[in-house]
């Protein structure tokens, strides 16, 4: 098999940011933006390739998705000014549209040019089809929690009422200090994922990502968490109340066990 090289890839990437640079406009930070989030995922993906014990040709496989992954926002942000897939733009698969279209992955091997796309597909899903197959899967859940951990960081960045309409987070939603929706506080205490679908309220958006502790699949995502600080910065912007107080004590908890599990 001829020696994989990332370098085209790197040079369509580029070519394809400067195009929506060029119209940016007013969206121009958001696009900065998901340029350099792109290359945060690409070393949180790599921090969890050490780990795995796969093959080079999915090792390249996971390099490509995570540099491809969201090339489907560029668009996004320039003509429609928001990451909310729910307005109508699903960026995952308009991603996966944009690169089959390109031929972008033409001149790799047949099987991993099927996984990269696979996983620009899927990444964005809150649960992955049952169907995929095994490498498939393990590329996809990877860049999946590489996403998530620049994703929790961009979105500290972003968490006040000022940040919220339409660009950093989901448009609609309302800022509160104390409410919260019951069935996203159900779900969060009964350990399972929100629906995107269910946040009302700036707590149960919070909720929301706390809630990705219960969707990652390498033990480094969850080092991360817990090493950075970053989970902690989180449940803090949470009220100290009764019921919350109770909840943010299971997901701390919940973490320290299992980062303990991972070592």
Request: hydrophobic content about 40%; aromatic content about 10%; charged content about 30%.
């Amino acid at each position: 098999m001829p020696e994989l090289s990332m370098e085209p890839l790197r040079e369509w990437f580029e070519t394809h940011v400067d195009h929506y640079r060029n119209e940016a406009g007013e969206a121009s930070e958001m696009v900065e933006l998901k340029h350099q989030h792109t290359f945060r995922v690409m070393t949180h993906a790599r921090a969890i390739r050490k780990e795995w014990g796969a093959s080079d040709e999915m090792s390249f496989a996971l390099d490509a998705a995570a540099l491809l992954h969201d090339v489907g926002r560029f668009p996004q942000v320039v003509r429609r000014k928001t990451y909310d897939d729910m307005e109508g733009y699903n960026h995952a698969v308009e991603g996966e549209k944009i690169l089959s279209e390109a031929g972008v992955l033409d001149y790799l091997p047949d099987h991993i040019g099927e996984v990269v796309l696979t996983a620009v597909k899927h990444h964005n899903l809150g649960v992955l089809p049952g169907n995929l197959a095994p490498d498939a899967r393990l590329v996809t859940e990877a860049v999946r929690d590489a996403d998530k951990m620049d994703a929790i960081r961009n979105i500290l960045r972003c968490l006040s009422p000022d940040a919220l309409q339409g660009k950093a987070l989901k448009s609609g939603m309302s800022w509160d200090d104390n409410e919260v929706s019951p069935v996203v506080f159900k779900a969060a205490m009964n350990r399972q994922l929100v629906a995107f679908e269910a946040i009302k309220w700036s707590n149960d958006f919070i909720l929301f990502v706390c809630c990705w502790l219960y969707d990652l699949h390498y033990n480094y995502s969850y080092r991360h968490l817990s090493e950075s600080g970053k989970f902690e910065t989180l449940l803090s912007k949470l009220p100290d109340n009764g019921q919350f107080a109770e909840l943010k004590e299971q997901f701390r908890s919940d973490l320290d066990w299992i980062e303990k599990r991972s070592r």
